[in-house]
């Protein structure tokens, strides 16, 4: 992104006639403050400020439309509208299912049909467990990683003395993450 940011830039800034251009260079790359500018440039400050205003106002323009022509141009082809649309409608038909799924048990409950509110219950605790196990495989696994952290720079530490101080820094971070 800072290639293409750079790329950016300076192409709209050779867009701008050489005056605004030095103006905006020496203010903001060179860091100067108006009155070094306008002495850098042999103009008084008044002038100095008016040609930063409108390299500002210009550089805006151009800018804008730079990102509006690679917005254009990097827009998707028409594969990707139809895949959109096509995934657009096989989630209609899941949705469309689920309302149909949800009519049959509402009709279900003012039947007198008992067991879906147990069947809605489990599923809940199903979940339930399902993201609690998730949690602690999580948690496993980033304490995992983390030893694996430690230990391996550890065995790549060029002295004996670093190795143990690496290994006792990490012992502390770990305990620190188990607390």
Request: glycine residues 12%.
């Amino acid at each position: 992104m800072a290639k293409v940011e750079r790329a950016l830039v300076w192409s709209a800034l050779e867009e701008l006639s050489e005056s605004y251009r030095e103006v905006l260079t020496l203010y903001y790359r060179e860091g100067k403050s108006i009155a070094e500018v306008s002495a850098a440039l042999e103009t008084n400050v008044d002038a100095a400020r008016q040609r930063l205003n409108r390299g500002r106002i210009m550089l805006k323009g151009h800018v804008a439309q730079l990102v509006e022509g690679v917005l254009v141009n990097s827009a998707p082809d028409k594969s990707f509208r139809v895949k959109v649309v096509a995934g657009l409608v096989s989630a209609g038909a899941v949705t469309n299912s689920g309302a149909a799924t949800a009519s049959g048990v509402a009709a279900a409950q003012t039947s007198g049909v008992s067991g879906v509110a147990t069947a809605t219950v489990s599923k809940i605790v199903a979940g339930t467990s399902m993201g609690m196990m998730g949690g602690l495989a999580g948690t496993v696994g980033g304490l995992g990683d983390a030893f694996l952290g430690i230990w391996l720079p550890a065995q790549f530490a060029p002295t004996e003395t670093e190795r143990q101080l690496v290994m006792r820094r990490g012992r502390v971070m770990m305990g620190f993450c188990l607390a």
